[in-house]
C-alpha cells in the first residue's frame, strides 16, 4: 500500500497520551474497586436481617428451612417497604412537580447546560480531542474544550430542585433495592446453615439443633454473654 495512515506525535501529543494512558488505568482501578466495596456492603446489609430471625430460631417456633425462608422474607419485604419508602415517595414528587412547572412555563430538558441543571457544571468537548490537520497528513491530539463553567441561571431554577431531589431519591432507592436482594440472599444462605449445624458466626458455649423446639432449648451460657444470637 502506497498510502499509509500515518500518526504524527510530538512531545505535547505524547504527553496527552500518556496522561489519558494513565487516567484510562485509574478508571479500571476505581471500578475495580467500587465492585469491591459493593461486595462488602451487600455482605453488611444483608448480615442485618440476622437480627430478625435469630428468636423464631432460638425459641423453636421455627422447625424447618421452609417455614424460616417464608417468615424470614416476609420480614425482608417489610424492612424494604420501611426503607424505601421515603426515597420513592422524593422520586414521584419531584416528577410531579417538574411536570407541574413544565405545564405552566414550558417543558426544557432538565439537564441542559444552557437552561438546566447543566448550568452548575464543568462540562468539556471531548469532540475536538483529535482533529485532522488541514494537509491530511497525520492527525492531531488536542486538550478537550471547556465548553461551560457553572453559573446560575434564572430559567433553571426548577432544574436545580427537580434533578439533585430526583437523582438523589433514586440512589437512595437503588440502595434499599440493593440492600433487599442481600438480604435474600442472606436468607438463603442461613436457612441451609441453621438446619445442618453450620450455624454462621456461632458463640462458644452455646449448643445449636438440628430442629430447636422449646422442649430442646441449648444451655444457658455461663459467661453471661449478651450477645442473644445464633449468626
Known amino acids: ?16 497520551i500518556f496522561v ?13 474497586y467500587i465492585g469491591y466495596l459493593i461486595t462488602k456492603i451487600m455482605k453488611w ?3 442485618k436481617i440476622n437480627n430478625h430471625v435469630t428468636d423464631v430460631v432460638m425459641s423453636g417456633v421455627i422447625t424447618n ?19 424505601a419508602r421515603i426515597p420513592a415517595l422524593i422520586v414521584v414528587l419531584s416528577v410531579v ?11 426544557k430538558n432538565p439537564f441542559d447546560r444552557y437552561t438546566g441543571f447543566g448550568t452548575l457544571l464543568f462540562i468539556w468537548d471531548f469532540s475536538t480531542i483529535i482533529t485532522t490537520p488541514e494537509s491530511g497528513a497525520g492527525v492531531l491530539i488536542n486538550w478537550p474544550a ?4 457553572p453559573h446560575l441561571v434564572k430559567e ?3 432544574s436545580y430542585i427537580f434533578v439533585p431531589a430526583f437523582i438523589g431519591g433514586a440512589i437512595w432507592y437503588l440502595i434499599s433495592v440493593q440492600a433487599f436482594i442481600a438480604r435474600h440472599l ?46
Open 186 to 231: 442472606q436468607i438463603n444462605k442461613l436457612g441451609q446453615k441453621i438446619y445442618n449445624e453450620q450455624i454462621e458466626h456461632y458463640v462458644p458455649g452455646q449448643q445449636v439443633y438440628n430442629n430447636p423446639s422449646p422442649t430442646n432449648n441449648p444451655p444457658e451460657d455461663n459467661n453471661n454473654n449478651d450477645n442473644g444470637t445464633i449468626f
Open 20 to 32: 489519558l494512558l494513565a487516567v484510562f488505568i485509574l478508571l479500571l482501578v476505581l471500578v475495580a
Open 45 to 47: 446489609q444483608g448480615k
Open 65 to 83: 428451612e421452609s417455614d424460616f425462608k417464608k417468615y424470614a422474607k416476609k420480614k425482608n419485604w417489610w424492612l424494604f417497604y420501611h426503607q
Open 156 to 158: 433553571a431554577w426548577s
Open 97 to 107: 412537580f417538574y411536570i407541574i412547572v413544565s405545564s405552566i412555563a414550558g417543558f
Open 146 to 149: 471547556l465548553v461551560n463553567t
Open 1 to 16: 500500500m502506497n498510502n499509509l495512515f500515518l500518526i504524527q506525535l510530538t512531545e505535547s501529543d505524547k504527553r496527552i
